[in-house]
């Protein structure tokens, strides 16, 4: 198992070199509500891997309301420092819903999350509408292999595609570590192919849940 991740990541960075490599960094802070609601935070940062050009970081505040395992609500909104090019970051504030219905068994889960997202940027580009249609298989145990493709809209209709792959590593507790990579081809005005190598911790306290 982890010498299959090592290899996709080997191969991920030999195939992003040719394209523009990135990477992100990320974590996340859960806390429990009660027994149907969580609080989160997530905080991220992606930078272009040759020349180390960090262009989007974001601070994340969620909610989310499990009213069963088989289905997720979240709201929220990032609060993104994002550079467009001109070698500064111009501030976007994107506020979505999401809603992510659940099939979970012994071995895997599968999910298919819907979003909703409003893009609002404060100079030099209009504010916008994005819906996204996520299918995600993930794998149980303390190493759960993952797959995934998204599908991203806008008023003018289908703009990308992302195709993901990568590992869940339960760490001691509630946490967990992932890793993982995604290939997106973008139909966007900054679009073309970008490969991305993610880190991300998860955090999550029980806080005031019941379980």
Do not use: C
Not at 41 to 58: E, I, M, Q, T
Not at 97 to 124: C, D, Y
Not at 140 to 163: I, K, L, N, Q
């Amino acid at each position: 198992m982890v010498g299959g991740l090592v290899a996709l990541l080997l191969i991920a960075a030999s195939v992003g070199s040719a394209a523009g490599l990135h990477a992100e960094a990320g974590m996340t802070g859960a806390v429990g509500l009660s027994r149907n609601w969580d609080t989160m935070l997530y905080a991220r940062g992606r930078v272009v891997a040759k020349n180390n050009d960090w262009y989007d970081v974001s601070l994340v505040p969620i909610f989310i309301y499990k009213p069963s395992p088989a289905v997720e609500f979240t709201g929220g909104s990032y609060f993104t420092s994002f550079d467009y090019g001109g070698g500064s970051g111009t501030a976007v504030y994107r506020p979505f819903v999401a809603v992510a219905p659940r099939l979970n068994r012994a071995k895997f889960g599968l999910s298919a999350r819907s979003r909703f997202e409003r893009f609002f940027i404060t100079e030099g580009f209009r504010d916008f509408n994005r819906f996204r249609q996520r299918v995600r298989i993930q794998g149980s145990g303390d190493w759960g292999p993952h797959a995934s493709v998204e599908f991203f809209f806008t008023a003018e209709g289908y703009t990308s595609t992302r195709y993901s792959a990568g590992i869940v590593r339960k760490l001691r507790g509630r946490h967990s570590v992932e890793v993982a990579y995604f290939y997106e081809s973008s139909k966007l005005v900054d679009g073309g192919l970008r490969h991305m190598i993610q880190t991300i911790f998860h955090f999550n306290f029980k806080g005031l849940a019941p379980d």
